[in-house]
């Protein structure tokens, strides 16, 4: 009989076993994995670049701005073409940035407020304009139990979740694929033009027996803002649009539409857009899942009162021991702790965090003092967004989604 430690065990099992499952497109997020989504081999596997230090170093200097903690923190950790964006910056050439919702809630959650003030942070540091895509006609082709009416009042509560992120609203425009269709369609028609069913097929997993002529349809709608030519009506610059870049910040999900967009850029005579992707914000349950609408236990809301948090988070998925001895001995796991992810992408403080992370490791802190800083750390953010967004009225929202010319 062969005696090996669990560990060896482990390390054999793993080499004869296959690589556990990993779904990522922009339907579905999951593994198999108890250590969550294999984020390297996503890179490998859609051939973006890993976001390095000499890039950052290069960020920093040019713009004079610390990084985000997103970015020193690896939470956006891979890119496509980010340096032509620094170029473009270097050479005082503008761009724009682009991002979107889909409205399926009536409140974001919190994995939505990491693009968003991504975003707004690129917003202030390079002052220039934000394109915030809402697809109503996304969600209605793709979640059937939501009829319209439902989804344009989602629409509406979101764009003011949005508004409460702090956008400058002379340089953003957010925009209903509903209401703006006429402002992207002949960049659409552009791109249908172009588009063949069969890559519908097989970048997005479409089931030729099933899928609607609504989805087929849609991903030429997510890409068109990822062209400059869309903005024509509202952009205003004194050089050719086809040579505007585009950067846009979204996790790693959304990928796929803009790997399409960026094939088809020659034959539009445009640029490929340029991207920055992060990982995903955990769902409460664990890290095999992102924080996702579908799952309205496993997340929080940015609509979520001070003790709905306080349960939420008392619940989630905790990477300590099963007794505080046995916790004090060997320490916790922080990378399957959901307590100390929320904290690594919610607390700005790094040297509190390491105090966390350190902590835990070594068994100082137990899973009850994570829980309490990271319920902390969420209440006050979620109560500064409401605050916010109480201020918001029809007059505000006009100055973001009414037609306006935009410098750029
Ligand atoms: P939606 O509404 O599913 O998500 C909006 C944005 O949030 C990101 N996201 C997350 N990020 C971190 N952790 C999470 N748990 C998490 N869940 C969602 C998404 O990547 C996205 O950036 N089809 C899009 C809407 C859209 C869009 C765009 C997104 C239209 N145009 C351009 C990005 C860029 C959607 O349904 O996103």
């Known amino acids: ?28 997020v999951k593994t198999s994995s108890p250590n969550g989504i ?9 051939g973006t670049s890993l976001i390095e230090q000499n890039l950052l170093e290069r960020f920093e200097k040019l713009t004079k701005q610390k990084a985000h903690r997103y970015l020193r923190r690896g939470i956006y950790y ?5 340096e032509k964006i620094l170029d473009s ?12 919702r889909g409205p399926s809630s009536k409140s974001i959650h919190l994995g939505h407020l990491v693009p968003l003030q991504f975003c707004k942070y690129l917003q202030d540091v390079f002052d220039v304009p934000v394109v915030i895509q809402i697809t109503d006609d996304e969600k209605l082709f793709f979640k059937p139990n939501l009829d319209y009416s439902d989804v344009q009042s989602m629409a509406n509560e979101n764009i003011k979740d949005i508004i409460a992120v702090g ?14 269709m006429g402002t992207l369609y002949p960049t659409v028609m552009k ?50 649009l086809n040579s505007v870049n585009c950067l846009i910040p979204c996790a790693i999900d959304q990928d796929p539409y803009f790997r399409v967009s960026r094939d088809l850029a020659p034959k539009l005579h445009s640029q490929k857009p340029c ?39 008392g619940k989630c998925f905790s990477g300590g021991q099963v007794t505080v001895a046995e916790h004090r001995e060997k320490g916790g796991n922080i990378e399957t702790d959901v307590a100390y992810n929320l904290l690594s992408v919610f607390l700005e403080d790094d040297e509190l965090l390491s105090h966390y992370k350190n902590g835990y490791i070594d068994g100082s802190i137990l899973s009850g003092e994570m829980k309490q800083r990271a319920i902390q750390t969420i209440q006050n953010i979620v109560s500064d967004f409401q605050k916010e967004r109480n201020k918001i009225n029809d007059t505000t929202i006009a100055k973001f989604t009414r037609f306006k010319k935009i410098q750029l």
């Open 191 to 240: 791109i249908q033009s172009k588009l063949q069913a069969k890559q519908m097929i097989s970048v997005f997993g479409f089931d030729i027996d099933t899928a609607t002529v609504g989805q087929f349809a849609f991903p030429a709608v997510q890409m068109a803002p990822s062209f400059a030519m869309c903005f024509e009506n509202v952009f205003e610059c004194d050089v050719d």
């Open 1 to 28: 009989m062969i005696e090996e430690s669990d560990e060896q065990l482990l390390q054999m099992l793993q080499q004869i076993l296959p690589p556990p499952e990993q779904i990522v497109t922009p339907f579905e």
């Open 89 to 100: 910056f270097e050479r005082g050439e503008k761009f724009y940035l682009y991002t979107g």
């Open 38 to 46: 294999d984020y390297d081999r996503l890179v490998k596997h859609f």
């Open 275 to 313: 991207l920055l992707h992060s990982k995903f914000l955990p769902s409460l349950a664990g890290i095999g899942e992102k924080m996702s609408a579908s799952n309205s236990e496993s997340l929080i809301f940015l609509s979520d009162t001070p003790p709905q948090i306080k349960k939420k988070i």
């Open 167 to 180: 956008f400058n609203p002379e340089k953003t425009l957010i925009f209903k694929n509903g209401e703006w």
């Open 78 to 82: 891979c890119h496509r073409d980010f």
